[in-house]
């Protein structure tokens, strides 16, 4: 009799777990689906940076990343994040300075980037989407075959002077001061 028990617990034991197995399957394939790049997985797909002198860029967040992951935009920038996913998502700086508001799926937030810096944010919601946005104040302008570069890029601020061989598409000279009669 006390055999029978003891195998009766022991089925009673396996069939609990072959239960538990098939009720969690398809919770842990649904948490997988929807939360799979949670985990770093979308951010080790690999992106190339974008450096843009467009006053206005889009960020698209998908996949839980942001694409691009790697941003470079112009001092006045604005800069517009849209959640292409069916969770929630923000982009927030590390250091607190500025932050969207919480996006669902399909809404967009824009910030103006009217000083220069280097910004590492994230996703509040989701601590591994993480990127880079960089605010240079560069100035390109083209005058009769020259282009005069203003950049804090080399860390120095001081003009760059390209002179321009306007048929090739190609530079002739770099200088550190502005040419004679150059504009």
Request: net charge negative; glycine share 10%; proline share 4%.
């Amino acid at each position: 009799m006390a055999l029978n028990k003891r195998r009766a617990a022991q089925v009673f034991a396996g069939m609990a777990l072959i239960g538990l197995l098939l009720v969690s399957a398809p919770a842990t394939a649904c948490i997988r689906s929807h939360h799979g790049g949670m985990m770093g997985s979308a951010s080790n797909v690999s992106q190339d940076p974008v450096v843009t002198q467009s006053d206005q860029i889009t960020v698209e967040i998908k996949d839980y990343d942001f694409v691009p992951r790697d941003l470079t935009v112009p001092v006045g920038a604005v800069v517009t994040w849209v959640n292409r996913d069916s969770v929630l998502h923000d982009a927030t700086h590390e250091g607190g300075e500025w932050a969207t508001a919480i996006l669902a799926q399909g809404e967009r937030a824009s910030l103006v980037f009217d000083e220069p810096g280097a910004f590492e944010y994230r996703c509040s919601i989701h601590r591994d989407m993480i990127a880079k946005l960089v605010v240079r104040t560069d100035s390109v302008a083209l005058k009769g075959g020259q282009v005069s570069w203003r950049s804090d890029w080399f860390g120095h601020g001081k003009p760059m002077y390209l002179e321009v061989d306007e048929v090739n598409n190609s530079v002739k000279k770099a200088l550190s001061r502005q040419p004679a009669g150059g504009g």
